[in-house]
Nanobody, 120 residues
């Protein structure tokens, strides 16, 4: 059984910083990527950033230059450093792990989500 445990969300003023952490455990031995998504009220879930097993990264345009994703492969942890936060960043943030189950078969795992609220 795969479990993703997120931490680090909270309330912060605009311009502030937060660091999200996600610890993955269980049967995930062929990780393709680890990342973060977010969902604001009334909106669809959207990609924030991901990092591959070879450390390639990808960011949503709205967070480039402000957020940094990193990972600890040995511990199967992924982090999201969020700086210069804006009220528009307010959302529930979800950790994602994409794992190769079999050749040609990929499975996504999700955390329970952590709330980030940025006040103006």
């Amino acid at each position: 059984q795969v479990q993703l445990v997120e931490s680090g969300g909270g309330l912060v003023q605009a311009g502030g910083s937060l660091r999200l952490s996600c610890a993955a455990s269980g049967s995930i031995s062929s990780i393709i990527s680890m990342g973060w998504y977010r969902q604001a009220p009334g909106k669809q879930r959207e990609l924030v950033a991901y990092i591959t097993s070879s450390a390639n990264t990808n960011y949503a345009d709205s967070v480039k230059g402000r957020f940094t994703i990193s990972r600890d492969n040995a511990k199967k942890n992924v982090y999201l450093q969020m700086n210069s936060l804006e009220p528009e960043d307010t959302a529930v943030y979800f950790c994602n792990v994409r794992n190769r189950i079999l050749p040609g078969e990929i499975r996504d795992y999700w955390g329970q989500g952590t709330q980030v609220t940025v006040s103006s």
